[in-house]
T-cell receptor
Framework: GQQVMQIPQYQHVQEGEDFTTYCNSS?????IQWYKQRPGGHPVFLIQ?????EVKKQKRLTFQFGEAKKNSSLHITATQTTDVGTYFC??????????????FGTGTLLAVQP | DAMVIQNPRYQVTQFGKPVTLSCSQT?????MYWYQQKSSQAPKLLFH???????NEADTPDNFQSRRPNTSFCFLDIRSPGLGDAAMYLC?????????????FGAGTRLSVL
């Protein structure tokens, strides 16, 4: 079945360092979404990428969708302690009825040391 | 203001004793999803409703059932909980359109099985 893998599984950085997580799908995706889940919390939507090669920025966060629409990355510049959490990519796969099934990646847990 | 509300936040049940988790939404979204998330893992889709149309995942055990009596409410029934069913159960909703199907998650119900 379709799989979405993320690397690394875990990253520990010093506050102020940069961080990147990579997401790879075994099949072409219709879109990619990124969610952040704080410890003990629930996934919260960050962004969606739809177009091949698309790049979007949210303050210190940069999201990229690969040309083949099979991979994506999230880069955080100058991490802060508030960035702590697990970052999931979620690949969209069209379903009947025009809805979209998300295949969640394995997640990357980010720890930031002050 | 919470838009996807799950009750209860914590549920303790006994091995084999049926349990029902509930989810309500104020977004008037077509699609409602149930996910199971175990510790340090990605959310795993159990099933979803597109309006009244129920869609089960192939690997969801028969022990898990769902009901959606109206647009706003959706229930997850676990007929005979086993120790392996202890997990966080997340409800999510989306509008259903392919390109705009951001999923909004509830805070989750953490289920313990004794």
């Amino acid at each position: 079945g379709q799989q979405v893998m993320q690397i690394p599984q875990y990253q520990h950085v010093q506050e102020g360092e940069d961080f990147t997580t990579y997401c790879n799908s075994s099949t072409t995706l219709s879109n990619i979404q990124w969610y952040k889940q704080r410890p003990g919390g629930h996934p919260v939507f960050l962004i969606q990428l739809v177009k091949s090669g698309e790049v979007k920025k949210q303050k210190r966060l940069t999201f990229q969708f690969g040309e083949a629409k099979k991979n994506s990355s999230l880069h955080i510049t100058a991490t802060q302690t508030t960035d702590v959490g697990t970052y999931f990519c979620a690949g969209g796969r069209p379903l009947r009825g025009a809805t979209n099934k998300l295949i969640f990646g394995t997640g990357t847990l980010l720890a930031v040391q002050p | 203001d919470a838009m996807v509300i799950q009750n209860p936040r914590y549920q303790v049940t006994q091995f084999g004793k049926p349990v029902t988790l509930s989810c309500s939404q104020t977004l008037n979204h077509n699609v409602m999803y149930w996910y199971q998330q175990k510790s340090s893992q990605a959310p795993k889709l159990l099933f979803h409703y597109y309006d009244k149309d129920f869609n089960n995942e192939a690997d969801t055990p028969d022990n898990f059932q769902s009901r959606r009596p109206n647009t706003s409410f959706c229930f997850l029934d676990i007929r005979s909980p086993g120790l392996g069913d202890a997990a966080m159960y997340l409800c999510a909703t989306s509008r259903g359109a392919v390109a705009k199907n951001i999923q909004y998650f509830g805070a989750g119900t953490r289920l313990s099985v004794l």
